[in-house]
Structure formats: structure tokens, C-alpha cells
């Protein structure tokens, strides 16, 4: 008998945790097909019936991180929040001790980016997906600033470059400075007067 939606949508969703998970611990070279099953509960016959290549499900790992993301629960349990709030919020989470600490819940933007520049279409078009709405978040933050996206653009850039760094590094000392400095200039990009970045 065959499963119903529902039944397939979960199974799908286990799959793709799964994948997130390893990928950020492994890298995409690193991790099986096989692995990714068994990590969901799985076996590798399924595999196909919800994916058509392990690109495809590098780009689903990857896409999935704007629903699954270690900031989902503080975003939603702020209230109405103003965009700048938000943003200031989401800087000083990005850049956390926490984030940094779980591996498994890692953004894609500094947990991947050497898998996904080598990835094929569909895990780099997910990716600039993710790096446009993170991107889109902070220009809503500085609409005002006549140059809202290119500051919104520098944000992104610090924070995911400090976070790139920060994983980098043996030095605890180093990757708290890194992250101390990438979130002091975000902070100012967000919140000074418009002009140049």
C-alpha cells in the first residue's frame, strides 16, 4: 500500500535534517547517501523516491536552514519587533558563542561555502537564495539609507566572514575577537546615518 503525503512530506523532512546535520559536520564530499539514510532512520532504497541526486538534496539541506535555523525560535518569539530590532537581534545571535559551538545547526553561508562553490546548480542556487533573504532582512532594516543594500550586503559579509574565520581557528582567544570585531562593524553599518559604507 502506498504512503500517503503526509506520511512521504515527514519522511522527506527526516531525510533532509538528516543531511543538514552531517553535511555540516562533514562537508557534501565527505558524507554518503547511505550515511544520510541511516542518519534518518532509513535505508537507501528510499533514497530515490524523494530525491533525484545528492545535489538535489544538498540543495534541500541547504534551502532548510531558513525554516530549522538555530534563530527560528528567538525570531518568532519576538514581538512585532521593529526590522532594525530584528537585525541588531539576529547580528548578535549569528555571531554567538552558542551558534559557533553547535556544529549541527551551523548556517550553510559559513558552513559550506567550500562544498557549495564546488556543488552543481541546484546547491548554488539555493545558497544565493539564502544569502539574498539573509541580505533582504537587513536592507529591510536600513531601507531608509539610500544605500540600504549595499550596506545590508557588508553585514552579511561580516558576519558570515567572522563566522568562516571563527570555525577556522584553534585559538579561542582569536575566534572571540573575530566575531567581537565582525559584530562591532555590523552594529555600525546598521545603525549609523546613511553614507558611505
Same mark, same amino acid.
Given at each position: ?6 506520511? $512521504? ?32 532512520? #532509513? ?37 512585532? +519587533?521593529?526590522?532594525?530590532?530584528? &537585525? ?6 549569528? =555571531? ?12 550553510? #553561508? ?10 552543481? =546548480?541546484?546547491?548554488? $542556487? ?7 533573504? =539573509? ?7 536600513? +531601507? ?37 570585531? &565582525?559584530?562591532?562593524? &555590523?552594529?555600525? =553599518? ?8
Amino acid at each position: 500500500m502506498p504512503y500517503n503525503s503526509a506520511h $512521504k512530506a515527514a519522511t522527506r523532512a527526516r531525510i533532509v535534517d538528516a543531511a543538514r546535520r552531517l553535511f555540516n559536520q562533514y562537508g557534501f564530499e565527505q558524507v554518503s547517501i547511505d550515511q544520510v539514510m541511516s542518519g534518518a532512520g #532509513l535505508t537507501r532504497g528510499g533514497f530515490y523516491h524523494h530525491f533525484a541526486s545528492k545535489d538535489a538534496l544538498y540543495a534541500a539541506a541547504v534551502t532548510s536552514f531558513s525554516t530549522c535555523n538555530p534563530f527560528r525560535a528567538r525570531l518568532d518569539a519576538m514581538p512585532a +519587533a521593529s526590522a532594525q530590532a530584528l &537585525a541588531r537581534m539576529l547580528i548578535d545571535v549569528y =555571531l554567538s558563542d552558542e551558534v559557533l559551538a553547535d556544529v549541527e545547526a551551523q548556517c550553510p #553561508l559559513y558552513a559550506l561555502p567550500g562544498d557549495v562553490a564546488r556543488a552543481g =546548480l541546484p546547491p548554488r $542556487k539555493a545558497y544565493t537564495d539564502l544569502i539574498r533573504n =539573509l541580505t533582504g532582512m537587513y536592507s529591510r532594516a536600513l +531601507a531608509p539609507a539610500p544605500d540600504g543594500e549595499r550596506r545590508a550586503q557588508a553585514i552579511v559579509a561580516l558576519c558570515v566572514g567572522g563566522m568562516v574565520l571563527a570555525r577556522t581557528t584553534d585559538d579561542a582567544g582569536l575566534r572571540h575577537s573575530l566575531r567581537a570585531a &565582525a559584530r562591532t562593524q &555590523a552594529l555600525d =553599518l546598521l545603525e549609523r546615518a546613511a553614507g558611505p559604507v
